[in-house]
Every structure is written in structure tokens, then in C-alpha cells.
């Protein structure tokens, strides 16, 4: 990932997130990970995990992300099934401070153990996700939501490499501090 792609991502994350948040009137589901912090957090989280897990293995760069999405969407059917599912919030800003612990760590487990970790916390932002969906054009919505997660992910391993790169571990610890940081400001504002 180049210098020039992580810009013109956090560009596109810098515009996307004012032109398409208009509460309770957003249909493509584009905007719902830039609208709270804890999802923002965790979405870049991810990523910056990611990115540290593949130093070792380089696997681990698309198969936590790509496992996180896939876990979401079955939160999401559970939600859009009617399925009550416990703790929704607590699971979300755990996932935050988790990750954020985890990154901080610098815990390399074995790509399935992250997979497996990032998956189960999915569940609850795919559920959050879905409850809050429009009643029309769920299709549209869900696809919006898997894109700007992709995209966050993206973003956690370009600011993870780069941060690599230019600090070391250093540098990754605290793109997780400032992750468990911002997961603390949530829980304290809820």
C-alpha cells in the first residue's frame, strides 16, 4: 500500500462521512460505521490488528478483515431475522477496548484465534447494523455497510504499515492506545 492510496483513503473517508450522514434519512448504509465512534474504532482496529498479525503472517492482512465481515453479516441477518441478541452495546465497546488492548500487547495469535476473536465482536456490529436499518432497500444498505467497513479496515492497515514502517512496534502500540482511548471516551459518555 502506497503513501499516495492511505491519503486518498482518508480522504474519502474525511468526505464520505459529512455528505452521507443525515440521521434517520440514510438509506445506503455507507455512513452507519462513520456515525459512531465505537464502530469507527473498531473498523480501523481491526485493520491496525491486522496489519501487526502480518508481519508474521502475511495471510492474516485479508483473512481477519475479511473474517470480521463475514461475522457481521451473520449479526446482521440475526438482526434483520428478529433475532434478539444480549449486551449488543457492551459487545461493541468491548470489541473496542479489546482490540485496542490487544494491538497495544502487540499479541500475535495464530490467524484463526484472530479470526475467531474479530468474528465474535462482528456479530454485534452486523446486529447494530441491521436494527438499525431502513425498511426499504435493505440490499442497498447492506451492501453500503460491508463497503465502508472494508474500506475502515483498509484504512487500519495502510495507518498500521505506515506506522510500522516508520516507528516499529512503537508506532502500532499506539494506534492501539489511541483505539483503547477512544473505547474508554465512549464508555464514559454512555
Known amino acids: 500500500m502506497t503513501i499516495r492510496t492511505i491519503r486518498l483513503a482518508v480522504l474519502l473517508v474525511m468526505v464520505a462521512s459529512p455528505a452521507l450522514a443525515h440521521p434517520g434519512h440514510e438509506t445506503s448504509g455507507f455512513a452507519h460505521p462513520f456515525t459512531g465512534l465505537d464502530h469507527l474504532l473498531a473498523m480501523v482496529g481491526v485493520g491496525v490488528w491486522a496489519s501487526l498479525l ?33 449486551m449488543v452495546e457492551a459487545g461493541i465497546v468491548a470489541s473496542v477496548l479489546l482490540l485496542g488492548a490487544l494491538i497495544i500487547a502487540a499479541v500475535r495469535l495464530p490467524s484463526a484465534a484472530a479470526m475467531a476473536i474479530v468474528g465474535l465482536f462482528a456479530v454485534f456490529h452486523g446486529y447494530a447494523h441491521a436494527i438499525e436499518a431502513p425498511t426499504s432497500g435493505t440490499g442497498v444498505y447492506i451492501l453500503g455497510f460491508v463497503a465502508a467497513t472494508a474500506l475502515l479496515h483498509a484504512v487500519g492497515l495502510g495507518l498500521g504499515w505506515v506506522a510500522r514502517r516508520a516507528v516499529g512496534d512503537l508506532g ?16 464514559i459518555a454512555n
Open 54 to 86: 502480518a508481519v508474521k503472517r502475511p495471510a492474516a492482512a485479508y483473512l481477519v478483515p475479511a473474517s470480521f465481515i463475514a461475522m457481521m453479516l451473520v449479526g446482521a441477518a440475526a438482526g434483520f431475522a428478529g433475532i434478539k441478541l444480549p
Open 172 to 187: 502500532l502500540r499506539a494506534l492501539g492506545g489511541a483505539v483503547m482511548a477512544g473505547g474508554a471516551l465512549v464508555l
